[in-house]
Structures are given as C-alpha cells and as structure tokens.
Nanobody, 124 residues
Framework: QVHLVESGGGLVQAGGSLRLSCVVSGRTITNYAMGWFRQAPGKERELVAAISWRSSNKYYADSVKDRFTISRDNGKNTGYLQMTSLKSEDTAVYYC?????????????????WGQGTQVTVSS
C-alpha cells in the first residue's frame, strides 16, 4: 500500500500564499513523477503542476505558471506546491498524485496513487 497525504490547505485572502505538502509513505516507491491536481465544485479535475523524479522537468498550467512553484525532496519523500498571489479562482480541493511511468504525465490516468485532498479556499 502506498499512501499520499496532503497538508497545508486552508482559508487565505486573495493575494496571499499557501504551501502545500504531500508526504508519501507505506510501500517504498522510487522514480515516480508527482503531480498536483485541483477540482473545484462543478468542474473537472485539472492538472496544476507536475514534476519529474529528479526535478529536471516541470509542468505548470498556464493559469498558475507565474504564481505556483512545484518542488520535491526525495530524501523526505515529500512534494511541495508553493502558491502565491492566490486568486478566488484557485479555490478547490487540491490532490497530489504519484505516477510510476517513465515519462512525467499530464493526464489523470497516468498517475497511480492519490492523496485524499486538501481544501484551499481563497476569499476576496
């Protein structure tokens, strides 16, 4: 069993910042890509950012490209999503996911393990 647990969500004012963390535990996995997805009420789950195992490749959705930063610390089995200049449109449940494919995925079905999600609410 592989467990992913997100933390760091909460309520923040527009223009503020939050740092999400994702800890991977249980069965040890390596060489996995990590993605952050979000889902707002009534909308499809969308990829926000993704990072390869060695952090050599990163992806950002256009809507967050200049505001969010994805990173990871493999020694701590932890991924991060630093979010700045938050907007009300960023309000959603944020999920981290791990994908065991060689290539960093951008689609939901390219990820094998998922966290339970953490709520991010941006007020204005």
């Amino acid at each position: 069993q592989v467990h992913l647990v997100e933390s760091g969500g909460g309520l923040v004012q527009a223009g503020g910042s939050l740092r999400l963390s994702c800890v991977v535990s249980g069965r040890t996995i390596t060489n996995y890509a990590m993605g952050w997805f979000r889902q707002a009420p009534g909308k499809e789950r969308e990829l926000v950012a993704a990072i390869s195992w060695r952090s050599s490749n990163k992806y950002y959705a256009d809507s967050v490209k200049d505001r969010f930063t994805i990173s990871r610390d493999n020694g701590k089995n932890t991924g991060y999503l630093q979010m700045t200049s938050l907007k009300s449109e960023d309000t959603a449940v944020y999920y981290c996911a791990a994908g065991l494919r060689y290539v960093m995925g951008t689609a939901r079905d390219e990820y094998d393990y998922w966290g339970q999600g953490t709520q991010v609410t941006v007020s204005s």
